[in-house]
């Protein structure tokens, strides 16, 4: 059974930095896209950043333009999520997640499409 092991959450300040970082257990993996979700108790879960992995295509969501970059180790098998900039509604559980099969729509940071999970991490942004 595939893991994805999270790491690096944690109590921040506004204004603050975090990296997260998630590990796939597999590494010889041929994924299709992996990327980071969050979710604030009582609201759906959302797609915060993924990275395509034949091309190296990222999607962000609005909110965080500009302020987070997700990155990769040269194997593929660590994902990064670099958070400058922290504000109070980032607080979440963050989530890793891998999505192992090509979508012909070309979507690769839906919930739906994802099929494997981390155990979430809480990051919590608060002076």
């Known amino acids: 059974q595939l893991q994805l092991v999270e790491s690096g959450g944690g109590l921040v300040q506004p204004g603050g930095s975090l990296r997260l970082s998630c590990t796939v257990s597999?590494?010889?993996?041929?994924?299709?896209?992996i990327g980071w979700f969050r979710q604030v108790p009582g609201q759906e879960r959302e797609g915060v950043s993924c990275v395509r992995n034949n091309d190296g295509s990222t999607y962000y969501t609005d909110s965080v333009k500009g302020r987070f970059t997700i990155s990769r180790d040269n194997a593929k098998t660590t994902v990064y999520l670099q958070m400058n900039g922290l504000q109070p509604e980032d607080t979440a559980v963050y989530y890793c997640?891998?999505?192992?099969?090509?979508?012909?729509?070309?979507?690769?940071?839906?919930?739906?499409?994802?099929?494997?999970w981390g155990s979430g991490i809480q990051v919590t942004v608060s002076s």
């Open positions: 597999d590494i010889t993996l041929n994924y299709y896209a």
């Open positions: 997640a891998v999505d192992v099969f090509t979508k012909v729509t070309g979507d690769y940071c839906s919930k739906y499409g994802m099929d494997y």
